[in-house]
């Protein structure tokens, strides 16, 4: 069975740095690539970007471009989202996920809660 | 790249159906063969429960179907159980950079 197993909720002050994780388990094949998902409180799925299975592709959400960054370790199964200077707005849920087909995301994480403060 | 557009919510009694809309554009749901909707109960992950346009993961009951009109996408549930009661947002492959959009999310009520 395929697990995304994502690091635990986190709380920061405004400007400071985070790098959240998403550990794949079961079948970890490289040949998948992951996404996230942010979902603020009370609100929609926001698509914010995708990392390709060789790490060498990141496609982000133009409204997400430059406010994070996604990476990998491929051999250690983990999908990273980062942000360098956090706003009170970046407070939500993110979720990663694994595109299996062109749209198909079959397996998420638990999500991460990330909290904010100014 | 804008939110697809679902109405806020939607109701039916158990037993019958309801069917959700997905309204995008011809770069998205007009031109691609791959909407896929998503069931997410409140605290939980989201749970695919169709992929392109029609497809159902296996596991996934019956109950739901998918279908593509256009512009449009339709996901409906028939035989409306207390379990379906949820949150339900589709999403769009929008080719150009290999980006994707999601739906603005329908609350399922049922009766």
């Known amino acids: 069975e395929v697990l995304l197993v994502q690091s635990g909720a986190a709380v920061r002050k405004s400007g400071e740095s985070l790098k959240i994780s998403c550990k794949a388990s079961?079948?970890?094949?490289?040949?998948?690539?992951i996404a996230w998902v942010r979902q603020m409180p009370g609100k929609g799925l926001e698509w914010m970007g995708i990392?390709?299975?060789?790490?060498?592709?990141?496609r982000y959400n133009p409204s997400f471009q430059g406010q994070v960054t996604i990476s990998a370790d491929r051999s250690i199964n983990t999908a990273y989202l980062q942000w360098s200077s956090l706003k009170a707005s970046d407070t939500a849920t993110y979720y990663c996920?694994?595109?299996?087909?062109?749209?198909?995301?079959?397996?998420w994480g638990q999500g991460t809660l990330v909290t904010v403060s100014s | 790249q804008s939110a697809l557009t679902q109405p806020p919510s939607a109701s039916g009694s158990r037993g019958q159906s309801v069917t959700i809309s997905c309204t995008g554009t011809s770069s998205d749901v007009g031109y691609y063969d791959y909407v896929s909707w998503y069931q997410q109960h409140p605290g939980k992950a989201p749970k695919l429960i169709i992929y392109d346009v029609n497809e159902r993961p296996s596991g996934v009951p019956d109950r739901f179907s998918g279908s593509k009109s256009g512009n449009t996408a339709s996901l409906t549930v028939s035989g409306l159980q207390a379990e379906d009661e949820a949150d339900y947002y589709c999403?769009?492959?929008?080719?150009?950079?290999?980006?994707?959009?999601f739906g603005t999310g329908t609350k399922v009520t049922v009766l």
């Open positions: 996920a694994r595109l299996t087909g062109w749209n198909d995301f079959d397996f």
């Open positions: 999403s769009s492959y929008a080719g150009d950079n290999n980006l994707r959009v």
């Open positions: 990392i390709s299975p060789d790490d060498s592709d990141r």
């Open positions: 079961g079948d970890t094949s490289s040949k998948y690539w």
